[in-house]
């Protein structure tokens, strides 16, 4: 069994978990316990703050339900983004709704629009510049495919360029499918390996 | 448009070709009237020179837009064409001057008209004709560096490949049979949606 402080964890849920024990294991792994942890002596009081659960499902539990969007409102779907974004389809319901204009900050890029080759190269810069882990929504006709832009200019799909996770089709596709396709990553980023995945060096420290 | 109040000068586009006739006699080739839309195609070398009395001596004071067409197969085979309109007479005119395919480059209005500054860019961006006394000629809507002029008759619709590193590339498109057209009908919607001309019936 292995105990790890929420707050490195992930700060995003410090406050919800604050003052709860996480206690996971890893591939049924049995890890000793760190020497500077006290071992944590039976206590009814506690009892109900104790979760067990699986690292990689806390992590996901927690990445998916904080996914912060960076709007790449590149045209006509950018709007519906707006849309998505505002009070009538309200993306806060599920945990989406901190847009982040700095890519530095958000988990989630959702390419809305027509990519341009003028732009193409760029959109490909921010991505490069979001932190790991991170995820892209091509969202709508034209970022998916070129939509009916078969023309000189535009990018025949974002994903020529970048590893899309979810396209969302339609031109431009209704708030309700941004939000579905949303849902649509969140139900894979839970079964992702996140933990095994990302943190090889931290795993190869610790076993 | 909102008619403006008539004034004792009023002067329609008719009156003002006839005007520009009368004065460049010789820089004048021909007079298109097409419903009452007065099209005067002028010489290239007097082009400013009588664009710049349109707007002094005759108020033209509004240039609506600048553009180019590519007529392929004549000569000359570009047309460079001027949108004016006078918010004090409340009228339009049209003016077009030939480009040949070895000079391609025509006069550039912005010390006229400073609006003219993209209208001229784009028409260079897209037609690759440009403008003696630009004070910016650069492309305006594609990327410094691109090699070719989109809107020319010649150039494939689906595009071409290019390649400048870190700033952009581009690739021919699929067409997959299209352009995809509508043919004028009234046939119900599953024989007017667009298709390739292959299917057109
Ligand atoms: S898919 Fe349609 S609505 Fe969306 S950007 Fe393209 S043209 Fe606009």
Redesign the pocket.
Known sequence: MYFININILCEKFHKVLAGKVLVFTLKSQIYPMPKNTAPVAYDSKIEGNVTFTKLDAAINWMRSNSLWPMPMGL???GIELMATGASRFDISRFGMEVMRFSPRQSDVMIVA??VTYKMALAVKRIYDQMAEPKWVIAM???ASSG??YRSYAVLQGIDQLLPVDVYISG??PRPEALLEGLMKLQKKIETEQSFVEQKKALLSEIS | MKSHKPQSSQMNSTEAADDLRAKFDSGITSTINFRNEISIEIKLEQSFEILSYCKDNLGFDYLVDITAVDNMGKDPRYEVVYEIYSYQHGCHLRLKTGISESEREAISVVDLWPTANWHEREAYDMLGVTFKGHPDMRRILMWEGYPYYPLRKDFPLAGKASKMPDVAFSEPVPLDGGPFVTSPCSAPTDKREPRSREFLP
Do not use: E, K, L, V
């Open positions: 045209a006509c779907c629009g027509t709508g006709a034209c939509g009916m031109c431009p």
